[in-house]
């Protein structure tokens, strides 16, 4: 079993800890994610920080110092496997499609283009900007033609989505964004008696999209939090991507143009205690449901922001709909991880996943410093971590290199089995435990909290 990394020291520091709390995190067991860059080391400390939080916040729920929060150890096999959860996911048997035919490089007159057409209204916005029907052989023909920066910039224009490849680095973005609320919050979480949990009893609301967003609340269901998911109901989740990401979680929906059902989000805010929001910058502030907003109103609510690119971006970057394979391909990633002068990917979509477990981490110790924080995560920020920041080559375990007792890392270990609203499920465990509910069908749920 090794010490905490570098890697970890980073994560914690940019969540506001201290670096001395790190000693408790221990590693174990071998892991996958070998790549060009060090994204095993980022999914271990993102994982870890993530255990960290939950153990202070236990400790601080009973009367505890955090100094005597229990030590926390991370399996790395657990962490490889649920850094590819949606890849293991089984639905009666079959496999998910991960990427529409739509989605992904294709050649420009001078590079390349990533494109991300996995939601029809993405793809019907990418073939009206190229003026093509909707077939590979069509979308390839219309990009071969343009420049990948004009092809970038048609396509946006037009509500899809689509980014050059670029060799360069993005612009340095914060890990995290620490943005005080206007008040002290009340630590009602605190004032609640400590559950079985570390979250027990914690209300999240839940106004995420896709995946980062999605592991983030998840990881607090398994936590013990009551999360409820909240999405329009014109805009349809995959049934395959919350099938993946809905543990641990309800899902209801809810138009917000429409004056009953603010009222009902309203009540719903009223008694959350979390809002973790996954919308570009600018797409929420109409309803009054941006961060700054919300702890004006109601300033003992932990809230964290989600966003592609950052809200430092450069230029109209800011306020773009982005991915995490759009984000590989803008800030250098995708040409660092190519060969033969074809972009490549990450082993996994580390930059989702791992903002997801940050995410959880700040919420997790903003609870246990008494609520009434603003946290402001983007994947481009955990792309500049990894790609600038982040110390490679985590110690291995010695048991799990050569010699006895060696083993290697398999993912069957952390695949479970069982029966949800959408069949039969064969998934990725969490590396924090078992979920205590599989995922109900998208917004099947009442929009109500549960009984504490």
């Given at each position: 079993m090794t010490s905490h990394d570098g890697g970890t020291v980073q994560a914690w520091q940019a969540l506001g800890g201290a670096a001395e709390a790190v000693d408790r995190v221990r590693y174990r067991g071998a892991g996958g994610l070998e790549g060009p860059l060090p994204v095993r080391e980022l999914a271990r400390a993102t994982v870890g920080v993530c255990g960290l939080a939950a153990a202070e916040?236990?400790?601080?729920?009973?009367?505890?110092?955090?100094?005597?929060?229990?030590p926390v150890v991370v399996d790395e096999g657990a962490v490889a496997t649920a850094f590819v959860s949606e890849r293991h996911?089984?639905?009666?048997?079959?496999?998910?499609?991960?990427?529409?035919?739509?989605?992904?490089?294709w050649p420009a007159a001078d590079g390349w283009v990533r494109t991300h057409a996995n939601y029809p209204h993405h793809e019907a916005a990418?073939?009206?900007?190229?003026?093509v029907p909707e077939t590979p052989y069509a979308v390839r023909n219309a990009l071969?033609?343009?420049?990948?920066?004009?092809?970038?910039?048609?396509?946006?224009a037009a509500g899809g989505l689509a980014v050059a490849v670029t060799e360069e680095l993005g612009p340095p973005q914060p890990l995290v964004e620490h943005v005080r609320g206007h008040g002290v919050g009340d630590g009602r979480v605190l004032d609640m008696p400590p559950g079985p949990l570390p979250a027990s009893g914690v209300r999240v609301l839940d106004l995420t999209r896709v995946i980062a967003g999605p592991v983030a609340t998840r990881t607090l269901g398994v936590l013990g939090a009551d999360v409820l998911r909240i999405d329009a109901p014109r805009l349809r989740e995959a049934d395959d991507a919350y099938a993946d990401t809905g543990f641990g979680k309800r899902s209801a929906l809810l138009d917000l143009a429409d004056a009953g059902h603010r009222a009902v989000l309203e009540g719903l805010l009223d008694g959350a205690d979390v809002v973790v929001t996954g919308y570009r910058p600018g797409a929420l502030e109409r309803f009054g449901l941006d961060g700054e907003r919300l702890l004006e109103r109601r300033p003992h609510l932990v809230v964290a922001e989600l966003c592609a690119w950052g809200r430092r971006a450069w230029g109209p970057w800011a306020g773009r709909r982005g991915f995490d394979s759009l984000v590989q391909a803008g800030y250098g990633i995708s040409a660092a991880c190519g060969e033969d002068g074809r972009p490549g990917a990450l082993p996994a979509q580390a930059l989702d996943h791992g903002t997801g477990y940050l995410m959880a981490a700040g919420v997790l110790r903003a609870l246990a410093e008494g609520g009434g924080r603003l946290l402001r995560f983007s994947l481009a920020g955990t792309a500049s971590w990894l790609t600038r920041d982040l110390p490679a080559h985590a110690d291995a375990d010695p048991d799990a290199a050569d010699g006895a007792g060696a083993q290697e890392y398999e993912a069957a270990a952390w695949l479970r089995e069982g029966d949800s609203a959408y069949g039969a499920l064969r998934y990725a465990a969490s590396p924090f435990g078992e979920w205590r509910r599989g995922p109900s069908r998208w917004g099947s749920d009442r929009a109500v909290w549960l009984e504490r």
């Open positions: 916040l236990a400790a601080v729920r009973a009367g505890l110092p955090v100094g005597d929060a229990a996911l089984r639905v009666e048997g079959r496999a998910p499609v991960s990427f529409a035919p739509l989605s992904g490089f990418l073939v009206r900007a190229l003026g071969a033609l343009l420049d990948a920066v004009e092809a970038q910039e048609r396509v946006y």
